[in-house]
Nanobody, 114 residues
């Protein structure tokens, strides 16, 4: 399984970005997928997760009400719609996919200016 994230960039506080993560390879094996982030000088943290069928989602408290995770299994893609961005959301965002193992994509940088 290979994961490729995209959609990061520079945005002003209050703005929006949409991240995408395309899976390739043995995608039929993927179960839970999601997003993590790592801010400068901080540990990597979970942002949002989504079940295989897309019906169950979980969010970090810090992003609830602002971020939305979704999944398109036909396109082997997950998304992270980020609204109301804050400077503290600045981080490298990584997508993950799980089977019996966890697969990590290369990160995409999100920078939110104040």
């Amino acid at each position: 399984v290979q994961l490729q994230a995209s959609g990061g960039g520079l945005v002003q506080a209050g703005g929006s970005l949409r991240l995408s993560c395309v899976a390739s390879g043995s995608i039929s094996r993927l179960n839970v997928m999601g997003w993590y982030r790592q801010a400068p000088g901080k540990q990597r943290e979970v942002v949002a997760m989504i079940s295989r069928d897309g019906r169950t989602t979980n969010y970090a408290e810090s992003v609830k009400g602002r971020f939305t995770i979704s999944r398109d299994n036909a396109e082997s893609t997950i998304y992270l719609q980020m609204n109301g961005l804050k400077p503290e959301d600045t981080a490298v965002y990584y997508c993950i996919g799980t089977t019996t193992s966890t697969y990590w994509g290369r990160g995409t940088l999100v920078t939110v200016s104040s």
